[in-house]
């Protein structure tokens, strides 16, 4: 059956669960999102691009809001179809993010008089790669559809406007050694016990938290990797270890690098930067975004993690990840929504649509 803009945005959000839709495999969904905006929705343009649905209204408002949801899921854990017991609704994607997704869709569809302009962005591949990322093509591609006053992106967030986000970055540090037979040790240098005073300066090391626009944001330098060894009976004259710096918006990748080098100067190791992205302010005091926050009551907290709000970030867009999933549930073989979240949700942004 079509999807249903206009009834209940639970019943939306089940539909949509039920399209399977993991990363790469978009084009069922985006056709029948595609086909709903055309048929269900008035006064919006709408374009295609890959599996990406955008649309617009054009209403001379003096103030654009962007909705931005993807429409990608992990692999399925066989948890499809949807199925819901009382107020929860079970499967793929109901937390991550299809439940945001149904709701700015049934906001699309039935705001009618708007106090500003709205974008709608329904993109692909965000549970993959960077590079594959539908967002990241429409920058590219369709740059002047991602111009905005504040974007909102339905994220999981429990309800909470989730401001900003965290910046991360990886480092790979590695130490040499001589290799011998573990039954004459002192013949070699094991390259993994050299490691021990990069593992004693992460159990030491206190995070910083940072307060920015009342949104506290906690940052961690964790290893997260361990690799070295050659066989049972080998001194490894190789090991590394791979850390990962979640750090609040106030750091630029640069400064982030420069802390974590900071924290293993003077030893004995080589350090290789691999993957670094950086974080987004929260923009809460811009006037779209201080609307937004009111409309929600003042419901505000940092966002623990990377999304999609740091590429609006860069180019100069306040955003905020705001959602009635759970974080907490994205991904797992029991994903799960509070129905009664998708109708809050819904509600709070109805009133800031409309003014």
């Known amino acids: 059956m079509a999807l249903d803009l206009h009834g209940d945005p639970i019943a939306l959000t089940a539909a949509l669960v039920d399209i399977p839709s993991e990363s790469r495999h978009e084009q069922r969904i985006a056709d029948e999102i595609e086909?709903?905006?055309?048929?269900?929705?008035?006064?919006?343009?709408?374009?295609?691009n890959g599996n990406a649905v955008l649309a617009r209204t054009?209403?001379?408002?003096?103030?654009?809001?962007?909705?931005?949801?993807?429409?990608d899921t992990v692999p399925a854990a066989d948890n499809l179809p949807s199925r819901r017991v009382g107020d929860l609704l079970y499967g793929c994607g109901t937390s991550d993010m299809k439940s945001g997704d149904a709701v700015f869709l049934h906001l699309a569809a039935t705001v009618t008089e708007p106090a500003h302009d709205i974008t709608l962005v329904m993109y692909d591949c965000e549970e993959i790669e960077a590079a594959a990322n539908g967002l990241g093509r429409i920058e590219r591609e369709l740059p002047d559809w991602l111009r905005a006053d504040v974007a909102i992106l339905g994220e999981p967030s429990g309800g909470f406007i989730e401001a900003g986000c965290q910046g991360t970055l990886r480092m790979v540090i590695s130490t040499t050694g001589t290799r011998a037979h573990s039954a004459r040790s002192w013949l070699g240098d094991n390259a993994i016990h050299k490691l021990a005073p990069v593992l004693d300066r992460l159990s030491d090391y206190r995070a910083?938290?940072?307060d920015i626009d009342g949104c506290v944001y906690r940052e961690g330098l964790s290893a997260v990797r361990i690799d070295g060894g050659v066989a049972g009976n080998v001194i490894p004259d190789a090991a590394s270890v791979t850390v990962n710096f979640r750090f609040a918006p106030d750091r630029t990748v640069e400064q982030a690098e420069r802390h974590v080098r900071e924290v293993f100067d003077g030893l004995d190791v080589r350090m290789?930067?691999?993957?670094?992205?950086?974080?987004?302010?929260?923009?809460?005091q811009q006037p779209a975004a201080a609307q937004l926050v009111a409309a929600a009551g003042g419901q505000v907290?940092?966002?623990y993690g990377w999304t999609d709000v740091a590429r609006f970030a860069a180019l100069g867009v306040p955003a905020v990840n705001y959602g009635p999933g759970d974080p907490n549930l994205a991904h797992?073989?029991?994903?799960h929504v509070d129905v009664t979240a998708i109708t809050a949700v819904t509600d709070v942004l109805r009133r800031y649509l409309s003014g």
């Open 35 to 48: 086909t709903a905006l055309r048929e269900q929705t008035r006064g919006f343009e709408v374009i295609r």
């Open 58 to 71: 054009n209403h001379g408002r003096p103030t654009r809001v962007l909705l931005a949801g993807h429409t």
């Open 208 to 210: 910083r938290s940072v």
């Open 272 to 284: 290789e930067l691999t993957d670094a992205a950086g974080g987004a302010l929260p923009g809460l």
């Open 301 to 303: 907290r940092a966002k």
């Open 332 to 335: 797992k073989s029991d994903e």
